[in-house]
């Protein structure tokens, strides 16, 4: 089985990279496993749907807006996410969301099947290059209960 793990959002702003953060670390702790494929798309959606062409499974790792809880961690089934883009945006507004639900559409069968959304509470989304304390326990958290779980089910030695 196939995997692409995504990592979305804003390296700039501050928590809105965490999902580089998680994503670069997996891709050094995964380089020599053939089966999965570590990305960086930053904010672009389109992005998105190319790497996940041709992969069984997609997860993509991304910042959440803050609501009280930071740093608390979302898992969401893809399928929940994924929504049309709306009729008259620009490329410039193409999310992941939007890659979801148009990789489906475009490529079919060729289109991850599976797909896992994590979401980690945002405490802070100002310019900045670093995570907060509490986003950063936690995308350290996920990234060896990803390294664990892929382990499991896939018997990825990292």
Known sequence: MKTAIIGCGNANRSDDGVGSYVVNALHHALKDEANVECHDTGTNGMEVMFKARGCDR????DACTP???????????GEELACLPDPG???HGFRWQNALYAGQKIYREHFPRFVDVYLIEALQ???GLSLS???RQ???????QLLTELAAKEGIHA
């Open 133 to 135: 304390d509490p986003v």
């Open 138 to 144: 936690t995308a350290d958290h996920l990234i060896q």
């Open 67 to 77: 609501t009280g809880r930071p740093g608390a961690l979302y898992r969401v089934p």
């Open 125 to 127: 989304l100002q310019l």
């Open 89 to 91: 945006l620009n490329l």
């Open 58 to 61: 997609l997860i993509v790792i």
